[in-house]
Nanobody, 126 residues
Framework: QVQLVESGGGLVQAGGSLRLSCAAS????????MGWFRQAPGKEREFVAA????????NYADSVKGRFTISRDNAKNTVYLQVNSLKPEDTAVYYC???????????????????WGQGTRVTVSS
């Protein structure tokens, strides 16, 4: 298990940007694939992005491709989600998650992620 703490959420106008961070505890962070998910009010949690343990491979939901970028710094035990060109429909609580299973990053789904943070809220005003 790894402990995850997200930060960086807030209120932003449409078209704006935020940088979400997820700090992880544990010495095995560099062996975990990491993902970002989000849950909008009244909706189910959905996949946003994932990154391999090395950072060499990434995968994105179609709805965020070209606007969001996932990255990681294994020396700092931190994964990031740069969110640009925000839209009101991006409003949600964003969660980071860690997966101990090894597979192509495009194959990760929610149940693969065994550790979750508490979330950080992003609100985009129109």
């Amino acid at each position: 298990q790894v402990q995850l703490v997200e930060s960086g959420g807030g209120l932003v106008q449409a078209g704006g940007s935020l940088r979400l961070s997820c700090a992880a505890s544990g010495r095995t962070f560099s062996t975990w694939a990491m993902g970002w998910f989000r849950q909008a009010p009244g909706k189910e949690r959905e996949f946003v992005a994932a990154i391999s343990w090395s950072g060499g491979s990434t995968n994105y939901a179609d709805s965020v491709k070209g606007r969001f970028t996932i990255s990681r710094d294994n020396a700092k035990n931190t994964v990031y989600l740069q969110v640009n060109s925000l839209k009101p429909e991006d409003t949600a609580v964003y969660y980071c998650a860690a997966a101990a299973t090894w597979k192509p990053v495009s194959d990760y789904v929610g149940p693969d992620f065994g550790s979750w943070g508490q979330g950080t809220r992003v609100t985009v005003s129109s």
